[in-house]
């Protein structure tokens, strides 16, 4: 469980992350959504008590991070795969982390395994993959056998076998009833990996959903309509949809705001032959970056 | 004592802290036995075999500071805040194990340095640790890098970056320091008070008649005891420390 309350950080005169409010649920995977700058990151390294807040406050499991006695116990964050030293093994790099929280040496050989890396644990981490850097850190999350565990766009730059791992493990984390916060800046990402979505843009709440609400909500429904009888329909439609011509030269009809369903309902009933009834599903990368338009911070020149 | 535990496995396991106790040996005793095999005319004094001793301290302090700073750099910093959020235990831990190591690495290369003139010097028959002083003269070195490293820990934990923080660390000590003489008329008064003039004065000043060449000069400046001398430099490299214990405590990692 994690819980932010108006939480604010102000860089000098930049406003990085404005009054946010949020909860990620235990047993569920709560995407973090937001374009580049959005003020993820910022939010992350607030929760893990890196950077202090300049105003409001975010606890995990109800207590703030920094009086956690072992906190590797209770959250495991991957806030970036490169904060290793290279010229240390693998092996080395958890050993010193288990040690830090009390944690057994045979600890590190589990972790290791559960990532499979325990055939490179005695190589330098510094000639490791992005993929093989990404499981190291996924295994170090891991050591303390934690409830909360926090990921800063870990699918970055990954292929997608990589991609497919650490969505299938993110499930299953959730799965066991842990509290799973990932962040990321693709919506269609997270529609595959998260349940609930935690929304920002410049820093400020967009909104927090359901990922099946917000993408309903997102993407208007749209339906394609053709029919000999084309005014008619028209006429009856009138006032209770918004319609639009479509481009296309066969004649169709582009109807929002109203389901298939009721449009076949009506043209039955008033005896109107209906040539094409199709429900169109908008994209998700569309409604997205209608909804975080206005809070992109640097946009491309148009 | 976990701590202590993570921060050894922490130094250890990369390789510049071993290559640089092995320069800061290598460049002190070895530079000292060509001193003593071309050591002509007269007995060896204790001074002379532990004249090298600065190279080493300078190394030594690039190795504290590096312990410092490389997290930084690689970003473990955020993962050893991350991994123990009150900051101040581990960052004393790695003090205590970077301190103690410095410590042993002065007295490793001060009585080899000793040893091997020994060894080597023609006429050793004034090299015989007798007097207190002959033993502050040697086993002193093991604390200036003791106090040398905890400042240099400081300077690294304020400054963050590698280069930064040994430019500041050699150009003070190499340059700063001798440099400052040349003010008119305060630069001799201001000098004496400088922190490596100072700790020099520990190991090298008020020596016994036996322990400097024949017709030699005082050989350190200051106006402090030697002993008081090593307090001002310990004084000095501890309140740098604290400050940036302070300073990384309230910093956002």
Known sequence: MIEATGLTKHYGRTVAVDDLSFSAQPGRVTGFLGPNGAGKSTTMRMILGLDAPTRGKVTVNGQDYRSLKQPLRVVGALLDAKWVHPNRSARAHLQWLARSNRLPDRRVDEVLDMVGLTQVAKRRAGGFSLGMSQRLGIAGTLLGDPKVLLFDEPVNGLDPEGILWIRQFMHRLADEGRTVFVSSHLLSEMAQTAQDLVVIGRGKLISQTSTAQFIKDATEDTVRVRSPQLDRLRELLDGRARIAEAAASDGALVVHGVEASFIGELAASNGITLHELSPQLGSLEEAFMQLTKESVEYHAAE | ?253
Request: hydrophobic content about 55%.
């Open chain 2, 1 to 253: 004592m976990t701590l202590l535990a993570v921060e050894r496995i922490k130094l250890f396991s990369t390789r510049s802290p071993w290559w640089c106790m092995l320069l800061a040996l290598g460049l002190t005793i070895g530079i000292t036995a060509i001193i003593a095999a071309n050591w002509d005319g007269s007995p060896m004094p204790v001074l002379g075999a532990v004249f090298t001793h600065t190279f080493g301290l300078y190394v030594i302090m690039v190795m504290a500071a590096l312990a410092v700073t490389t997290e930084y750099r690689f970003g473990t910093i955020k993962s050893t805040f991350q991994a123990v959020p009150d900051r101040i235990s581990p960052m004393i831990a790695k003090a205590v194990v970077v301190v103690l190591l410095s410590a042993l690495v002065g007295l490793a290369s001060s009585f080899g340095s000793w040893g091997l003139s020994w060894l080597l010097a023609e006429d050793n028959s004034d090299l015989a640790l007798t007097t207190a002083n002959d033993w502050r003269h040697v086993a002193g070195v093991g604390l200036v890098f003791a106090a040398g490293a905890l400042l240099a820990l400081g300077v690294g934990a304020l400054v963050r970056q590698t280069a930064g923080a040994v430019s500041i660390i050699l150009v003070f000590a190499l340059v700063v320091e001798s440099v400052i003489a040349f003010i008119p008329n305060i630069g001799d008064d201001i000098q004496k008070w400088m922190p490596f003039t100072v700790a020099s004065k520990f190991i090298f000043g008020d020596p016994d008649a036996s322990a400097i060449p024949e017709g030699a000069g005082p050989p350190a400046i200051g106006e402090l005891s030697p002993w008081g001398s090593f307090g001002y430099f310990a004084a000095i490299a501890l309140a740098i420390y604290i400050i940036s214990l302070v300073v990384v405590k309230r910093r956002d990692a």
